[in-house]
């Protein structure tokens, strides 16, 4: 396997949808500690991009479960059924950026640590679109499917083989500044890992495999079936 | 006069320096602080509840009000230690160990509190042990716990085990709630009650809180 990519992306905050989601204006006597935040955040936060090509070297199952193997990494979980017929995928990782993790919020308002969640998403979303274009740009994949462990309902594909996924960067993984706990809890929080591939036979959305049917975040309707 | 309705709309629509003036005038001319509180801040948390389960309001809102009502309360607490008023429960509230989520849970100890009720936050990472210390050393009616992933969830039996262990099964109720929990897990880890968000907790939690203050 090839040395992983790693990609600093140029963060720059969208102030209006900052305010949108913080409720700025009814925030009277906070305005001035909201913008200080955003503030240190547009300095210290530092999205990130990190992906390798690999190739699945081979198709299993373990019963009724699809499995595939990568060298020595294993994964198992439905939702790898999405890769039937495909060789070639680009596990990557993005994140908003380790710079505010150690940031005391204590006192500051009581609603700071939701500003901070807004500031950190953005400069996910940034690393998000980033890693698309990347995707593009230099593996000529240009509708990406992506499958992430943890994502849909726990039988889709289990959030514990992230710890395999990052296995796939080799030592290089840490460089990009996302750690995973042993309860294989992605930290910062606001970071993503998973797989891109092209795969014209299918239409995948992890989003579409979980029940939670008030998710704020959905973006397509449940699917029972995969 | 100080108009509470006024005082509760200011509230829900998160006008925090507003309530401050509205609060401090309202003891100013003497009105009760248990009244303060029950008609204007508890009552307009009610009608925040309300809406956000409705989806006419969001999460943003919800903040927003909760923090509108912290201004207030930071005026009314001591008046109302002074008097004697009782909280109507207590629950004790964290995110299980080896989590770190806490946004969600956040939320709903804002909005227990709005239903009156006293909110031991214990913070995230919360060791088993810590748990049973605080409902303890808090005479708590609820324990509350939160989890974002499926493979901290498992912590949430442990905590049920440990209430179990301490002899205060029939004494707190233990209430589980976060993405990836369900009543069938609820369920099949021994807990009370499972609610899919931050209003139906707090509905819960009042209500069980209310109830065994009645028995």
């Known amino acids: 396997m090839k040395s992983p990519l790693l990609f600093d992306i140029p963060f720059q905050i969208d102030m209006n949808r900052y305010k949108q989601a913080i409720r700025y204006e009814y925030l009277d006597d906070a305005r001035n500690e909201a ?36 060298g020595d990494i294993r994964f198992h979980g439905k939702a790898l059924r999405a890769l039937d017929g495909v060789h070639r995928i680009i ?3 993005a994140t908003c950026g380790d710079g505010m993790e150690d940031f005391d919020l204590s006192a500051m308002d009581m609603l700071a640590p939701y500003w901070l969640d807004e500031l950190k998403s953005q400069a996910l979303d940034q690393a998000r679109k980033a890693l698309r274009s990347l995707c593009n740009e230099l593996f000529g994949i240009r509708r990406a499917l992506s499958l992430n462990p943890g994502s849909g ?31 294989s809890l992605m930290i910062p929080n606001k970071s993503i890992a998973g797989l891109l591939f092209a795969n014209s036979e299918v239409d995948y959305e992890s989003c579409a495999h979980c029940e939670r049917a008030n998710c704020p975040n959905r973006r397509v309707p449940f699917k029972a079936r995969l | 006069m100080v108009d509470l309705k006024a005082l509760s709309e200011a509230m829900q ?10 609060v401090q005038a309202a003891i100013d001319e003497g009105i009760p602080a248990s009244r303060i509180l029950d008609e204007a801040l508890l009552s307009g948390m009610d009608a925040v509840g309300v809406k956000f389960k409705n989806n006419e309001i969001f999460v943003p809102e919800v903040l927003v009000a909760a923090r509108a009502m912290n201004a207030g309360m930071e005026i009314l607490q001591p008046l109302l230690v002074q008097t004697g008023v009782q909280s109507k429960g207590t629950v004790i509230l964290g995110t299980v160990k080896g989590d770190l989520h806490d946004i969600g849970k956040n939320l709903v100890g804002m909005m227990m509190k709005g239903k009156g009720l006293s909110v031991i936050d214990l913070g995230t990472d919360v060791q088993t042990d810590r748990f049973i210390e605080e409902a303890i050393k808090h005479d708590a009616d609820i324990i509350a716990c939160s989890a974002l992933l499926t493979t901290t969830m498992r912590e949430m039996e442990h905590v049920v085990n440990a209430v179990k262990e301490a002899n205060l099964r029939n004494r707190v109720t233990i209430m589980v709630g976060g993405a ?18 931050a209003a139906s ?14 028995a």
């Open chain 1, 91 to 93: 596990p990557y990782i």
């Open chain 1, 35 to 70: 913008i200080l935040l955003l503030e240190i955040a547009s300095k210290r936060l530092n999205p990130k991009v990190m992906l390798i090509e690999a190739f699945i070297d081979r198709h299993l199952n373990d019963g009724n479960v699809p499995v595939i193997a990568i």
């Open chain 2, 201 to 214: 907790a707090s509905e819960a939690a009042y209500k069980v809180c209310t109830e065994r203050r009645k």
């Open chain 2, 180 to 197: 990836p929990v369900t009543e069938a897990f609820k369920s099949s880890i021994g807990a009370d009650i499972y609610t899919p968000d």
């Open chain 2, 13 to 22: 629509s998160g006008r925090a320096k507003d309530v401050r003036v509205l």
């Open chain 1, 153 to 183: 309902n726990v039988d889709i594909w289990p959030i514990e083989e992230l710890q395999e996924l990052f296995c796939l960067f080799g030592p290089d993984h840490r460089k990009v500044g996302v750690s995973l706990s042993q309860r």
